[in-house]
C-alpha cells in the first residue's frame, strides 16, 4: 500500500511538470487500487486483534501495538493518497491553462515527500525507531521549500494579477506536499510508539509511555 502511495505522489508530479494530463488520470484511476488495500489491510488487522483482545494473557504487548500502529497507519495512507489526486486533478487543470514559470522546488518537494515515505516504510519494516525519528527531522525540509515556493508565488500573483489562477493551484500543489510531509511525520510518530512504547505527538503536552 506504501508502494502504491508513492508511486502516485510520483507520477502525480510528473503528470504536473511533464503537462501529462493522461498520467494525471490515469492516477484518479488507480486510485481505487489504495482503498481496496486499505480495507484489506483493516480485515486482516481486526481479524489477528480479535483473539489477542479475548486471551490477553497470551499476548505481548508489542503485538497489540504492532497491530494498533498497522489501524492506525493504514488510513494515513488513503489520506495521502487522496492527496496525490488532488495533485492529479491540478495538473489536469493547469494542463489546458498557459504554463506559468518553472517551478523549481515542485521536483525537490515531491522528491523528498517520497523518500521521506519510503524511509518511514523501511523503519516500520524493521522496527526501527531510531531511523523514524531521523525523518521526522526531514519534516523540516518540506516546510522550508513551501514557504520559499508559497513567497515566489506570492510575487508572481502580485506582478501578473491574471495568473492568479494557475498560481493558486501551484500554491495547493504545494500544499498537498507539504501535507503528505506531515503524514509521514505522523507515520513515523506511530513507529516509535510501536517499537518503544512512547508517545512522543505532542510530547511537550503529554509525554508518557504505555505498554
Request: hydrophobic content about 45%; aromatic content about 4%; some cysteine.
Amino acid at each position: 500500500m506504501g508502494g502504491e502511495v508513492e508511486y502516485a505522489i510520483d507520477r502525480a508530479i510528473r503528470a504536473v511538470i511533464e503537462r501529462d494530463s493522461e498520467l494525471a488520470k490515469q492516477v484518479l484511476k488507480d486510485d481505487d487500487r489504495v482503498d481496496s488495500l486499505e480495507l484489506e489491510a483493516d480485515r486482516l488487522s481486526v481479524r489477528l486483534l480479535a483473539p489477542r483482545m479475548t486471551q490477553p494473557g497470551m499476548t505481548q504487548p508489542e503485538e497489540i501495538r504492532l497491530i494498533v500502529t498497522v489501524i492506525r497507519i493504514t488510513p494515513i495512507l488513503e489520506r495521502m493518497a487522496d492527496h496525490a489526486c488532488n495533485i492529479a486533478q491540478a495538473a489536469i487543470y493547469l494542463n489546458d491553462e498557459p504554463q506559468l514559470k518553472p517551478c523549481c522546488d515542485l521536483p525537490k518537494m515531491s522528491w523528498l515527500a517520497c523518500e521521506m515515505l519510503r524511509l518511514s516504510l523501511d523503519a516500520f519494516a524493521s522496527a526501527d525507531s531510531v531511523a523514524a525519528r531521523a525523518v521526522i527531522e526531514r519534516d523540516q525540509e518540506i516546510d522550508r521549500l513551501y514557504d520559499r515556493h508559497f513567497q515566489e508565488l506570492l510575487q508572481q500573483m502580485t506582478k501578473d494579477p491574471e495568473a492568479a489562477g494557475r498560481a493558486t493551484r501551484l500554491l495547493m500543489i504545494a500544499r498537498h506536499l507539504e501535507r503528505i510531509g506531515d503524514y509521514v511525520k505522523d507515520i513515523c510518530e506511530l513507529i516509535v510508539y510501536m517499537k518503544e512504547a512512547l508517545v512522543i505527538r505532542h510530547c511537550q503536552l503529554l509525554p508518557q509511555t504505555f505498554d
